[in-house]
């Protein structure tokens, strides 16, 4: 893909605002906006006119080298050019990308999952996600009506300490004024779908666990868990697993275990008289949502989120899923 | 299901595998394998991953009779030939072995498999690995003159290989049941075109430990290792069986399943193939290790779990076990009969 994009080596943007309008670009807008990332790392600053550069800097043209005494980069003077340099990041994407499949070539050897078999065997409880530093923030997305033009606020923060994470917002019921949307009001984090090596889309295997165990302390309000399986499938997209988690409030930490039985079957938002329980090994995304349709502000702060077997819980499935007992099926 | 529906469909699988083997025509033959397609897929149940198994099936097992069909059409217009034996265009050859190799899940065409046998029921993959079998095999039977061996030693190591290293890291015993299939089917295809009759022995034997292991699983309805290590608590008995079964699948002596190890390996050098009997021999082990360790899981150690019940073997059993004695006596104690086999083939 990148490939296809790259014009000519060696691009030069004039400015660093530039990069916006390159990103309008209709042949470099799709580059642009997956590796703002990879853009930065491989900019090379051109010396100035007045030739204050180091020999060093000269001859060696690395970033490393330049970096000395330097002003960062969202403080380059508008004169100075920039040199962004397509292959460069190209090939560190595909480095890293490769550097990945080996990674888990090798952990095949190891063993499922790259962990040794026997712990995989005799694992009774696993933390999924915990919430320490702002790196595991950023396995989270954050969606709001805002995207349907609605007017709630979501924020994810960490919470005090760096012991936990605070989602916290506005809700607001108010529809959008588009003439078709009627009802309004949700606010919801979702965790980011595992990726491979090369982008491909991985699950988590939960086969080997029976409930999902969550630390969080809430403001009172009904919040839904939301679990998502493998997303390949277009038909298989819009299917969700939920189950509602009430919250206490109050100072103390609340725990809740929903046992993976109890979670039912939604397409699209509406629930579907045909119920079945949830492959639990192709997860591939677990999400909180608040949609009560009061309007005001919310919270939730989550320690961690995690999974563990319980051989008291014996239940395969919490709701009818008989043809013969339900004729409506 | 209804028993109405449940016969047809048994009939149909029945009728659909017999037509194939007694056919000489080529379009009964693949009809026959159609038949077996189509019937066997109403037996999964109505579950999301039943449904995608099953769909994987239709769509890959539709493909191979696309390519079949095409084989067939392109030999009877380039040799004027619809019988089954008289295969003799080469390209026609290839795209047939290609089909039968999709059909009886060889590498590289074996990545439904796994996933199919894991989304049905133990009775349903028991079917589809042993009975489905028959079908793709007789006709392999038929063409094995015919047939390009460099492209069978491929598809045969491919498969062996393949098969030992996709189980290793299986927790769920179908899929390790599958890779198991996609390794023994390799066995089959290596001496096909130098000695048929050890196929079919091959495969009787294959079919006969398959249908132990699964029948025991059954019993229990275990389908992970981690159930697989609370069984010695609900049926003691079960654990030897498997341990049995399994040290026969992996060809350890003095079991049955030794037997066709053995008599491939000496087929292989006395046809000067001793580079392919030793990668062979190799590959054997990785399908050991994973036997391994179900034997370990299931008889040999005592796992960990948290089960505190009551010793559940002491009730009475309330299951039938008719035919698993017989075939776990045929998967395990047929070794000294080795010299009628010889004799047969």
Sequence with gaps: ?329 | MSPYVTTILTLSLFIGTCLTIFSEHWFTAWMGLEINTLAIIPTTPKNPRATEAATKYFLTQSTASMVMMFAIIYNAWSTNQWTLMQLSDNWASIAMTLALAIKLGLAPFHFWVPEVTQGIPLLTGMILLTWQKLAPTAILFQIAPHLNMKILIMLAILSTLVGGWGGLNQTHLRKILAYSSIAHMGWMIIIVQINPTLTILSLTIYIMATLTMFLTLNLSNVTKIKSLGGLWNKSATTTIIILLTLLSLGGLPPLTGFMPKWLILQELINNNNIMTATLMALSALLNLFFYMRLIYASSLTMFPSTNNSKMQWYDNPTQITMLIPTTTVISSLLLPLTPLFITLS
């Design chain 1, 1 to 329: 893909m990148a490939l296809l994009h790259k014009l000519q080596n060696g691009i030069h943007f004039p400015k660093l605002c530039g990069i916006q309008d390159a990103a309008q670009c209709f042949l470099l807008g799709s580059v642009f906006t997956g590796y703002p990332s990879r853009l930065y790392s491989s900019i090379k600053k051109t010396e100035a006119a007045s030739g204050t550069s180091s020999p060093e800097g000269k001859t060696h043209g690395g970033l490393e080298k330049q970096t000395k005494g330097e002003v960062g980069v969202d403080l380059i003077s508008p004169k100075e050019k920039i040199e962004i340099n397509f292959d460069k990041a190209i090939r560190a994407e595909i480095k890293d990308h490769f550097k990945v499949l080996m990674k888990e070539l090798v952990g095949r050897w190891i063993g499922p999952e790259g962990r040794p078999l026997h712990e995989i065997l005799l694992e009774n409880t696993r933390v999924m996600w915990q919430f320490r530093s702002n790196e595991d923030l950023d396995k989270w997305l954050v969606t709001s009506d805002r995207t349907i033009g609605g007017r709630s606020k979501a924020f994810l923060k960490m919470a005090s300490n760096n012991q936990s994470a605070l989602f916290y917002g506005i809700l607001n019921t108010e529809p959008p004024h588009d003439g078709e949307t009627q009802r309004s009001g949700y606010c919801a984090m979702t965790s980011r779908i595992p990726r491979g090596a090369f982008e491909r889309k991985k699950c988590y295997d939960w086969s080997n666990f029976n409930t999902l165990y969550l630390r969080v302390r809430g403001d009172g309000r009904p919040w839904m868990v939301n679990i998502k399986t493998d997303t390949n499938l277009i038909h298989k997209s819009h299917h969700l697993y939920s189950y509602f988690m009430y919250t206490r409030g109050g100072p103390y930490w609340q725990e809740v275990k929903i046992p993976f039985s109890k979670f039912f079957f939604s397409n699209k938002g509406r629930i579907q008289d045909d119920q079945h329980p949830f492959l639990t090994d192709q997860i591939s995304s677990v999400g909180f949502t608040l949609a009560d349709k009061v309007n005001g502000p919310f919270y939730l702060e989550i320690d961690f989120i995690g999974v563990f077997h319980d051989p008291t819980h014996t239940e395969e499935f919490a709701y009818e899923d008989s043809k013969k007992i339900c004729g409506n099926l």
